[in-house]
């Protein structure tokens, strides 16, 4: 759990029926920067930390858009700790990662290690939500690297760590928007592109929530956020779309997939191609 924050607010959140790793899951989806596990006799119990960089307030937010298709899981405590050195070990948590048939995941340690046929991503873990660890993340990938164009020009909307960003880029794009609604991101952002030797004038990364203010034409749409916002967003979308333009849409779980389905034919988007992984749904639309 790297950072440079002077302490992290932390929010405990306990669950009955599901799992740690679930939980952990959904926690890192709302933009955690890690998590621990505290036994609670039969009840499943993380505590999830968030950097100071936003208020608590915009945590709750994030965190409640992500736990409303979980009813079973509920917030019980928040608060906020110190920043403290941490044990060196959490290193091994992010060995290299092979997603789908073309990518690796690598943090930057591990450079040097990387197979011959695979297209490193390497991205500084933990401060930021886009390790390529989490499924939906996964998912995205899978889904750009059957569907980019070369010389595509992308959206990234909730970047994050801007792995995203990266992928497009390496797979051939030829620019990406990037945009998330946190303003600390950026650091993460140009730390990661530089990491990958990525000029930053193919990536125009801004401040921005959802599509709002948004005023270019993309052929490739990426959005890997949770469903309330994605709901948000689907209206606007075949406005910044070219004729052939597409959208990928990840951070949904399964049991949201009808009722998104729905939403999306209802906005004029046809459902070309989806993923699966565990959990997580992913979904690539074009406009019908």
């Known amino acids: 759990m790297p950072g440079l924050d002077s302490f992290w607010w932390y929010v405990t959140m ?21 998590t621990e596990q505290h036994d609670q006799g039969e009840k499943i119990r ?21 736990l409303d298709p979980w009813p079973e899981i509920s917030v019980v405590d928040t608060g906020k700790i110190e920043n403290q050195k941490w ?13 789908g048939k073309t990518f690796i995941v690598m943090a930057p340690w591990h450079k040097g290690k990387e197979p011959a046929d695979r297209i490193p991503l390497y991205i500084y873990p933990g401060s930021a939500f886009g390790t390529g660890y989490h499924e939906s993340t996964q998912i995205v990938l899978s889904l750009l690297e059957r569907h980019l164009r070369r010389g595509d020009v992308v959206a990234d909307i909730g970047t994050g760590s801007a792995i995203l960003s990266i992928a497009a880029l390496k797979m051939g794009a030829s620019h990406v928007f990037s945009r998330d609604i946190d303003p600390a991101v950026s650091e993460e952002v140009y730390r990661n592109l530089n ?8 990536v125009d990364f801004k401040t921005g929530n959802l ?25 606007d979308v075949k406005t910044i779309l070219t004729e052939r333009g597409r959208a990928i849409f990840s ?19 046809l459902v070309t191609d989806e993923i699966t992984c565990s959990e997580w749904w992913g979904v690539l639309v074009e406009i019908a």
Do not use: C
């Open 14 to 34: 306990e669950g009955e029926t599901v799992s740690e790793e679930v939980m952990a899951s959904l926690a890192d989806l709302s933009g955690s920067i890690g």
């Open 46 to 66: 993380i505590r999830a930390y968030y950097r100071s960089s936003q208020d608590l307030g915009f945590w709750m937010q994030r965190i409640k858009q992500t």
């Open 87 to 99: 044990h060196t070990e959490w290193k091994e948590a992010f060995p290299p990662l092979e997603v």
């Open 195 to 202: 990491q990958n030797s990525i000029p930053h004038e193919f």
């Open 211 to 235: 599509l709002q203010d948004f005023d270019h034409k993309v052929d490739l749409l990426l959005a890997n956020i949770v469903v309330e916002p994605l709901k948000r967003m689907i209206p």
């Open 251 to 269: 951070g949904l779980v399964i049991r949201e997939k009808n009722d998104f389905t729905r939403i999306l034919e209802s906005n004029g988007l």
